[in-house]
Nanobody, 126 residues
Framework: QVQLVESGGGLVQAGGSLRLSCVGS????????IGWFRQAPGKERKGVSC????????FYDDSVQGRFTISRDIAKNTVYLQMNSLKPEDTAIYYC???????????????????WGQGTQVTVSS
């Protein structure tokens, strides 16, 4: 079964760090660009970061630029999102998807609807 599984969320104080993982099951993640998105209560899902298939291109939303880092571990079939200097406004459910194209100016969905994992909750207390 082809699926993505997110993990690594939790409760952290403002200024703290978390590392989220997006693990591919049933397919090779390295063949795809990967995007991280988040959805806060009552708000639409919004893109946070993405990484291209060759890992030569990454993109970050302005709200996380300089604080978050996306990376890929081919051996573990995993894409990570390292989140530092967390703020209460980072509180959301975080999702990853392989149904994106990633460029230096942003991302675009390549399939509608995109397939998502179950998400992982990140809560940042003030």
């Amino acid at each position: 079964q082809v699926q993505l599984v997110e993990s690594g969320g939790g409760l952290v104080q403002a200024g703290g760090s978390l590392r989220l993982s997006c693990v591919g099951s049933g397919f090779t993640l390295d063949d795809y660009a990967i995007g991280w998105f988040r959805q806060a209560p009552g708000k639409e899902r919004k893109g946070v970061s993405c990484i291209s298939t060759t890992d030569t291109t990454t993109f970050y939303d302005d709200s996380v630029q300089g604080r978050f880092t996306i990376s890929r571990d081919i051996a573990k079939n995993t894409v990570y999102l390292q989140m530092n200097s967390l703020k209460p406004e980072d509180t959301a459910i975080y999702y990853c998807t392989a149904d994106v194209y990633c460029s230096t100016i942003g991302w675009a969905f390549i399939r509608h609807p995109a397939a998502w994992g179950q998400g992982t909750q990140v809560t940042v207390s003030s």
